[in-house]
């Protein structure tokens, strides 16, 4: 190729260049004529052919063909790279990602976490059993005989081999009473089921916070002290605590425990049924027939524990109407606790 051959080609080069639509056509333009097996190599390879007084000529003409449209092509490349940056964004890894939040807790953990932040104030530590029971555990150590009503399959879940689903956190206190020596002084915050019929009060699973205080010389007001103590905390500081002579199999005497109705404080509305009082726990001294159970000596050694409801706290200090809600998983419920 002469010069003059060079200089058309490269005015057609250049043309090509300008009227490539995207990056892929002036990628093809530049490799037809720039590539391994494009125009400019065969010019070169042609340049010994050329006559040496032409030979400069050419040589400079083939260096402005490459330099060109190489040019050309780059500055349009860039032209095109910057549309589809506007476009959208390249994927940029080294930003950090959508931070999605990280959700907030359960009022039943909510509650949970409050009882054994002020329970462990006054010393108690936490201790944890298993769903899954014995009878012994559950009724028998407890001092429940095998013909108490609870243990009724319309009441109790029974296992195959005799096993059942807790149906309170009761026997936790057997389990810590047998494996320590007293003192001991313990919450058992946990799961528990009984074949309840759900409806706004009832579920067949619900939590239970359990209590037990062993020592010598407990009595009944270090239990009615302790619930107080611990009604102000959770309820705020003008709740009433009253204790109604009750029944458990497990205590003697047995007490149930009333907190005044935070709603009313006291006066009667709707909330309370009217009463003022609002039922929280069940308590009482423990029995010495469990003691006898569990190896601890009763002459020497009293104890309280008590025993209340996760959900039912729950619902009463948040407002919650129906237990069922604290089981649906609605995010739009959820979301209103942190
Ligand atoms: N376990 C009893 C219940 O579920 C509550 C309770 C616990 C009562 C401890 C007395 C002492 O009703």
Same mark, same amino acid.
């Given at each position: 190729?002469?010069?003059?051959?060079?200089?058309?080609?490269?005015?057609?080069?250049?043309?090509?260049?300008?009227?490539?639509?995207?990056?892929?056509?002036?990628?093809?333009?530049?490799?037809?004529?720039?590539?391994?097996?494009?125009?400019?190599?065969?010019? #070169?390879?042609?340049?010994?052919?050329?006559?040496?007084?032409? &030979? $400069?000529?050419?040589?400079?003409?083939?260096?402005?063909?490459?330099?060109?449209?190489?040019?050309?092509?780059?500055?349009?490349?860039?032209?095109?790279?910057?549309?589809?940056?506007?476009? $959208?964004?390249?994927?940029?890894?080294?930003?950090?990602?959508?931070?999605?939040?990280?959700?907030?807790?359960?009022?039943?953990?909510?509650?949970?976490?409050?009882?054994?932040?002020?329970?462990?104030?006054? $010393?108690?530590?936490?201790?944890?059993?298993? +769903?899954?029971?014995?009878?012994?555990?559950?009724?028998?150590?407890?001092?429940?005989?095998?013909?108490?009503?609870?243990?009724?399959?319309?009441?109790?879940?029974?296992?195959?081999?005799?096993?059942?689903?807790?149906?309170?956190?009761?026997?936790?206190?057997?389990?810590?009473?047998?494996?320590?020596?007293?003192?001991?002084?313990?919450?058992?915050?946990?799961?528990?089921?009984?074949?309840?019929?759900?409806?706004?009060?009832?579920?067949?699973?619900?939590?239970?916070?359990?209590?037990?205080?062993?020592? &010598?010389?407990?009595?009944?007001?270090?239990?009615?002290?302790?619930?107080?103590?611990?009604?102000?905390?959770?309820?705020?500081?003008?709740?009433?605590?009253?204790?109604?002579?009750?029944?458990?199999?497990?205590?003697?005497?047995?007490?149930?425990? +009333?907190?005044?109705?935070?709603?009313?404080?006291?006066?009667?509305?709707?909330?309370?049924?009217?009463?003022?009082?609002?039922?929280?726990?069940?308590?009482? #001294?423990? +029995?010495?027939?469990?003691?006898?159970?569990?190896?601890? +000596?009763?002459?020497?050694?009293?104890?309280?524990?008590? $025993? #209340?409801?996760?959900?039912?706290?729950?619902?009463?200090?948040?407002?919650?109407?129906?237990?069922? #809600?604290?089981?649906?998983?609605?995010?739009?419920?959820?979301?209103?606790?942190?």
């Amino acid at each position: 190729m002469n010069a003059k051959e060079i200089a058309a080609v490269t005015e057609q080069a250049l043309a090509e260049a300008r009227g490539a639509t995207d990056a892929e056509a002036l990628e093809a333009v530049r490799i037809r004529y720039l590539g391994r097996k494009g125009l400019l190599p065969q010019i #070169m390879k042609g340049l010994k052919d050329v006559p040496p007084e032409e &030979r $400069g000529e050419v040589g400079r003409c083939a260096n402005v063909f490459k330099n060109e449209v190489n040019a050309l092509v780059e500055a349009r490349l860039a032209v095109f790279g910057g549309a589809a940056r506007k476009q $959208g964004p390249a994927f940029d890894h080294t930003l950090p990602g959508a931070w999605r939040g990280l959700g907030s807790l359960h009022p039943v953990s909510l509650v949970i976490a409050d009882a054994v932040r002020i329970f462990s104030r006054l $010393g108690f530590a936490v201790a944890e059993g298993p +769903d899954i029971e014995t009878p012994y555990n559950n009724f028998t150590a407890l001092n429940t005989p095998d013909y108490h009503p609870s243990l009724d399959a319309k009441d109790t879940f029974w296992l195959q081999g005799g096993a059942l689903l807790r149906t309170q956190t009761s026997p936790v206190q057997i389990r810590v009473m047998q494996s320590h020596p007293p003192p001991v002084r313990i919450v058992t915050p946990g799961r528990c089921y009984r074949r309840d019929t759900t409806d706004a009060t009832h579920s067949a699973n619900f939590h239970q916070i359990e209590g037990l205080y062993v020592d &010598r010389q407990v009595s009944l007001a270090d239990l009615k002290g302790t619930l107080a103590y611990f009604a102000r905390d959770m309820m705020g500081p003008r709740v009433g605590v009253r204790f109604r002579p009750h029944f458990f199999p497990f205590t003697e005497p047995s007490v149930e425990c +009333d907190f005044s109705c935070h709603v009313c404080g006291g006066k009667g509305c709707r909330v309370c049924k009217h009463s003022g009082w609002i039922e929280i726990a069940g308590a009482g #001294m423990v +029995d010495p027939r469990v003691f006898a159970h569990v190896g601890y +000596d009763a002459e020497a050694f009293t104890g309280f524990a008590f $025993g #209340m409801g996760i959900e039912r706290m729950a619902m009463i200090k948040y407002g919650i109407p129906d237990i069922r #809600m604290l089981y649906e998983n609605d995010a739009r419920f959820l979301q209103q606790f942190e």
